[in-house]
């Protein structure tokens, strides 16, 4: 195992308790420091001798592989979206389409580290509050290793296909009265009396994992860096593990820039684009946060700090973009590239185009999409701002007269 040490990222205190998921003595963030002197004699080549994923870069992840929970995630396609970029007016796009994960997101990235590190903790029961694509992933990795699950949903805002996975992989779904936010609150108290291992990205090994999403970008570009890389911002340990990735990857001389990592938030649960109009390094959260694209419907956003810290330090940016904007952006992924994503994962696309006609992301970028979950996760959505299938009689002449409009 690569030796790390868990510290909070506030204040530096060393964390010994593996249950705690803030700092016992200031309540900070925590975060994983890891030792990468041996990884500095190493190249990129080298570890191009095992398969693409997440495991390819054990090297930089704080668990045992050879003990590894997996289901063979990461090693998603990075699109090379000519159509995308010449209709919102850049050098180059690349959209790195998530969805086609093990579940069906990203999440499946972190939950490989963080299910085993749960192992190697010895818990028995694992749990998480999610607004879909955590539970989903939790549940298939809890059921591969063998634990329970417990997963805590906020009532009535979960999209079906992640609600189906939870269900069927196993976990026992809680469906909590409340949003995502109060869901997280009842997760915590479980966790804080040791009654589970928390598995929400507040846990400091899940974005380590979350870092791999990085490392297969600079992989597949061969190490070409983009100008910019975009993703939507929910919870906000995303953008954080991929600032970490680029620390780590710059640490080990590796790369010698960063992209302009860039964080798109939907209109009505913004607050850390917010923040960062106001050039702040902390958010106000938002009380009822509102927007179609549930996975990044939340308010009070855990790592919202730390996503602020990887938008400042990389010269990025951070905008808002309407539901409107979103399914626009959906519709034109699918329908220009052949690639079905989610609602929330579309925010990231509707975020260039906003950015480009404001003149924030300039013609000559190269910027890379991050596409966080599959469009069937949300089928109703889609169903919905979609015209309905076109009635027609059981004849040729019909069929021909609908195709020739
Ligand atoms: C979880 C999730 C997000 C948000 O990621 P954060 O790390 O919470 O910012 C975005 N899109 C999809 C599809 C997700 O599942």
Redesign the pocket.
């Known amino acids: 195992m690569v030796s790390h040490r868990v510290l909070c990222w506030d204040c530096g205190a060393v964390i010994e308790d593996p249950f705690v998921s803030v700092c016992p003595k200031c309540k900070g963030l925590l975060t994983v420091k890891m030792d990468l002197e041996k990884v500095k004699e190493k190249s990129p080549e080298d570890l191009r001798k095992t398969p693409i994923g997440v495991w390819r870069y054990s090297d930089f992840m704080p668990v045992d592989a050879s003990k590894k929970v997996s289901i063979q995630e990461g090693g998603t396609p990075l699109y090379d979206t000519k159509a995308l970029a010449e209709i919102v007016g850049v050098k180059g796009m690349h959209v790195k389409f998530?969805g086609l994960n093990p579940t069906g997101?990203?999440?499946d990235r972190g939950m490989t580290i963080g299910v085993t590190r749960a192992k190697e903790l010895g818990a028995e029961i694992v749990g998480c509050a999610s607004?879909?694509?955590?539970s989903a992933s939790l549940a298939a990795y809890a059921a591969k290793a063998g634990m329970k699950c417990a997963v805590f949903l906020p009532s009535g805002k979960v999209a079906a296909g992640k609600l189906a996975q939870a269900l069927f992989y196993g976990a026992k779904v809680l469906s909590i009265d409340g949003n995502f936010d109060d869901a997280l609150a009842l997760a915590r108290k479980m966790s804080e009396q040791k009654k589970l291992y928390l598995l929400n990205?507040i846990n400091p090994y899940r974005p380590e994992g979350?870092k791999s999403v990085l490392f297969e970008i600079m992989d597949q570009l061969n190490y070409n860096i983009p100008d910019r890389i975009v993703?939507?911002?929910?919870?906000?340990?995303?953008?954080w593990?991929v600032y970490k990735a680029l620390t780590e990857l710059e640490e080990v001389g590796w790369i010698d820039r960063m992209p302009m990592l860039t964080g798109i938030q939907a209109e009505g649960s913004a607050p850390v684009a917010r923040a960062f109009d106001e050039e702040k390094k902390d958010f106000i959260p938002v009380e009822n946060p509102e927007t179609i694209?549930t996975?990044?419907r939340?308010g009070n956003?855990v790592?919202g700090r730390k996503?602020l810290a990887a938008i400042y330090n990389t010269g990025g940016y951070s905008e808002t973009v309407s539901d409107e904007e979103i399914i626009a952006a959906q519709k034109l992924t699918a329908r220009k590239e052949g690639v079905f994503v989610?609602p929330?994962?579309a925010a990231s696309v509707a975020g260039i185009i906003k950015l480009r006609n404001m003149g924030i992301i300039d013609r000559d970028e190269t910027v890379v999409a991050i596409c966080?979950?599959n469009g069937l996760?949300d089928p109703e959505t889609a169903v919905k701002y979609s015209n309905p299938p076109i009635k027609c009689a059981n004849s040729v002449e019909a069929v021909n007269k609908i195709l020739s409009d």
């Not at 607004?131 to 955590?134: D, K, Q, S």
């Not at 993703?231 to 953008?239: D, F, M, S, T, Y």
């Open positions: 998530e997101s990203f999440k607004t879909g694509n955590t990205s979350q993703l939507p911002v929910g919870n906000a340990a995303n953008i593990a694209a996975a990044i939340i956003p790592s996503a989610e929330a994962s966080t979950g996760k």
